[in-house]
């Protein structure tokens, strides 16, 4: 089945401490991408990759680094988490950037950082 | 600046209602998408209609492209409570997929 995966769903962190939120699409995308949903501000992007070892900013990179080393896997890295990054995230991927490829959301990551 | 706008930002109707939703955009697009979202979950993509179409149906949904308004329409016809959800749509300026910010529809039993 064709999908894209996120991991964790759920996460409650402290303020500082390190995570990755994993992403995986089995679908051979060369795009894919992070946003993050906040009530009243919609989804906003915070990076993308167009291929492997490309990556690029998105509209709110701050606090956040990505790495694509394969082209199935896009982690979404928070260095040093601070509450104002609670919020919804979501990766998607699709089969490229042009011309507003359809995409396919993984199902979800509630991060809450105290 | 957002691309997409939709209108309005709720709407709630009875089971067997239509429901409508309106999308203003800024720029020249190649094409329209239409994506809904389940409450705390994913978005599913429903459907893309291009620039040189006017009107496209998916089963019980019908979207429409005013490209002379930038504005876009969509009708979900016979409506259940389980299209209760929020309806977002993307365009692309540039290639980049940006989503408006959303209508949340409420269908009644």
């Known amino acids: 089945e064709a999908q894209v995966t996120q991991n964790p769903r759920y996460l409650i962190t402290v303020t500082g401490k390190k995570l990755t939120v994993t992403c995986s699409q089995n679908m051979n995308h060369e795009y894919m991408s992070w946003y993050r949903q906040d009530p009243g501000l919609g989804l906003r992007q915070i990076y993308y990759?167009?291929?492997?070892?490309?990556?690029d900013k998105g509209d709110v990179p701050e606090g956040y680094k990505v790495s694509r080393k394969e082209k199935r896997n896009f982690p979404l890295i928070l260095e040093s988490p601070s509450p104002n990054q609670t919020s919804l995230y979501f990766c998607?991927?699709?089969?490229?950037?042009?011309?507003?490829?359809?995409?396919?959301f993984g199902a979800g990551t509630r991060l809450s950082v105290l | 600046s957002q691309q997409g706008e939709e209108d309005p930002q709720a709407l709630s109707i009875q089971e067997g209602e239509n429901a409508t939703m309106n999308c203003s955009y800024k720029t020249s697009i190649n094409n329209l998408q239409w994506y809904r979202q389940n409450s705390g979950r994913g978005l599913v993509h429903l459907i893309l209609?291009?620039?040189?179409?006017r009107e496209k149906h998916s089963g019980r949904l019908r979207v429409t492209l005013d490209t002379s308004k930038k504005s876009s329409s969509l009708l979900i016809t016979a409506s259940r409570a389980a299209d209760t959800a929020s309806y977002f749509c993307?365009?692309?300026?540039?290639?980049?997929?940006?989503f408006g910010q959303g209508t949340e529809l409420s269908v009644k039993p």
């Open positions: 998607a991927s699709s089969l490229s950037m042009g011309s507003g490829g359809i995409q396919y």
């Open positions: 990759s167009m291929n492997v070892e490309v990556t």
């Open positions: 209609i291009r620039s040189n179409e």
């Open positions: 993307a365009t692309a300026p540039g290639g980049k997929l940006i």
